[in-house]
């Protein structure tokens, strides 16, 4: 049974345009949602994180979304550029700092297009 | 600082065959994680430990033993390698801080077992 879910396994928005990554989670004891970047052949790199205490949080480009009561939430690249071409991942955790793990989804593969 | 190291880098074994992925970090985090990632998934936790003599197991430990005798090192041990352990494998660690949620990642060993 999926706790995190990406439904959609690719996305391919033009450069300069609003990239929008969903990301769906069932179990409620989850309390530290992260989206992490992935190139092939490289481990994940952190891009923003967000606490269930906040319904948004913003860094340079990129802003989490957070909606606790439809437990879903978004990540939103402004403006996209070709650099963010790669696979995203949602994941979640019940304790600060992924102390007890991450639980992933499988992932949304963006494809920026010139 | 080195970050997260893992080594090694690519290895292949035959069905039967053991040993040991290595994982260090030289960042004095307290928690560090086991995961694996197979082709369409996203990343699965092994095994985890919030600190050194502590352990416990993820969503997917069969086959796999971890220790922690030091804060630095996080060894995985495959007993009996399987065609089914055939993943790329990532190691992680993070620390306990107030706003801190993150988990830093290494590059990962490709293990094909035949």
């Known amino acids: 049974d999926q706790q995190v879910k990406q439904n959609s396994p690719s996305l391919s928005v033009q450069e300069g345009r609003i990239s929008i990554l969903n990301c769906d989670y069932t179990n409620s004891m989850f309390d530290y949602f992260l989206w992490y970047k992935k190139y092939p052949a490289e481990g994940p790199t952190f891009l923003i994180s967000?606490?269930?205490?906040?319904d948004k949080n913003e860094d340079g480009r990129f802003t989490v979304f957070l909606n606790k009561s439809a437990k879903h939430l978004s990540l939103h690249i402004v403006p996209s550029q070709p650099g963010d071409s790669a696979v995203y991942f949602c994941?979640?955790?019940?304790?600060?700092?992924?102390?007890?793990?991450?639980?992933f989804g499988k992932g949304t593969h963006l494809i920026i297009q010139p | 600082n080195a970050g997260v190291t893992q080594t090694p880098k690519f290895q292949v074994l035959k069905t039967g065959q053991s040993m040991t992925l290595q994982c260090a970090q030289d960042m004095n985090h307290e928690y560090m994680s086991w995961y694996r990632q197979d082709p369409g998934m996203g990343l699965r936790l092994i095994h985890y430990?919030?600190?050194?003599?502590?352990?416990d197991q993820g969503e997917v430990p069969n086959g796999y033993n971890v220790s922690r005798s030091t804060t630095e090192d996080f060894p995985l041990r495959l007993l009996s390698a399987a065609p089914s352990q055939t993943s790329v494998y990532f190691c992680?660690?993070?620390?306990?801080?107030?706003?801190?949620?993150?988990?830093?990642f290494g590059p990962g060993t490709r293990l094909t077992v035949t």
């Open positions: 992680a660690s993070s620390y306990s801080k107030q706003g801190n949620y993150e988990q830093y």
């Open positions: 994941a979640a955790s019940r304790r600060g700092g992924g102390a007890d793990g991450l639980t």
């Open positions: 430990s919030v600190g050194a003599g502590i352990t």
């Open positions: 967000i606490s269930s205490i906040k």
